[in-house]
């Protein structure tokens, strides 16, 4: 048996079936978008930060849900089986969405390549493609993909690629001790790993690099943008011409991308959204 059919969601995913919840859904207005990214959540791993995307899931719906790679961590199944109730919680609540009349569309990443096998099937109503083109409200085609067929240490050096992914999961556990004395303190959450690789050249470079990469491919096929995840930098730029989106991550930063009805595009970051959450609810709070 593989890790993924070992999942708990497994035998649910293509009718949807409601299990019951660890973290009950949270009832309540939310803020509607045309569209919402999501990618880099790398359910079964120590690193993913499952509440959080939680909170965002329910805080949130828009008529389209694209989840751009790397949802779940084939990588470390396949080398440790870790699944809690938080990370099933996640599949639930996307399968909701489906089920309730939302457009999921799942475009898998390289942790989750063992999904690219079903490109152009659905299941509970999820879309597998391999890549999308998306119409915004404006009338912009953005090419959507996860972005790791540009990343040449992918490509040229996948031996290299699980050693860096090794180091990387050490940092992710080392981030989540960091971040739960964070919170006994009373601090808000921040990113260890994020914080790194702004301050390492080499990693700056790359990022650079991999834009300049998917930006040129994205005018090669003669759309507006392009939409990608995969290095967990979210980000907004134009570059020659081309608009650049990545969703970022929710491991690291803890980002989606979404578009306003009227065609704008935002990337919120759910840490700052929820520190002024809490900081507007303060004063009721004290009162009460």
């Not at 704008?264 to 004063?283: G, T």
């Amino acid at each position: 048996m593989n890790a993924i059919t070992r999942l708990p969601f497994a035998a649910d995913m293509g009718d949807g079936q409601e299990g019951t919840l660890h973290i009950p859904e949270r009832e309540g207005q939310r803020r509607r978008y045309r569209t919402i990214w999501i990618s880099d959540i790398h359910l079964g791993t120590r690193g993913c930060n499952a509440k959080m995307l939680i909170d965002f899931l329910d805080s949130v719906d828009s008529e389209t849900l694209y989840l751009v790679g790397d949802i779940i961590d084939g990588w470390r199944l396949k080398k440790r089986f870790y699944w809690p109730a938080a990370h099933n919680d996640v599949v639930w609540r996307v399968m909701k969405r489906a089920k309730r009349g939302t457009r999921v569309v799942y475009i898998p990443g390289n942790h989750d390549e063992m999904f690219r096998q079903f490109t152009g099937m659905s299941f509970g109503g999820v879309e597998i493609r391999r890549k999308a083109l998306h119409v915004t409200a404006d009338g912009r085609k953005l090419l959507v993909l996860h972005g790791d067929e540009f990343d040449t240490i992918m490509l040229a050096h996948r031996w290299l690629a699980f050693v860096g992914d090794a180091a990387y999961s050490m940092m992710m556990r080392l981030n989540v001790v960091v971040n739960a004395v964070r919170q006994r303190l009373g601090l808000p959450y921040w990113s260890l790993s994020k914080m790194a690789k702004h301050k390492v050249k080499n990693a700056v470079e790359f990022i650079s690099k991999f834009e300049h990469v998917v930006a040129h491919e994205a005018a090669m096929r003669g759309v507006d943008g392009v939409v990608c995840g995969h290095i967990h930098n979210a980000e907004y730029r134009e570059i020659a011409g081309i608009e650049y989106y990545n969703d970022g991550d929710w491991v690291e930063g803890c980002t989606a991308l979404v578009e306003h009805f009227d065609g704008r595009m935002e990337v919120l970051h759910w840490a700052d959204e929820i520190a002024k959450r809490d900081k507007a609810s303060e004063p009721a709070r004290i009162a009460a």
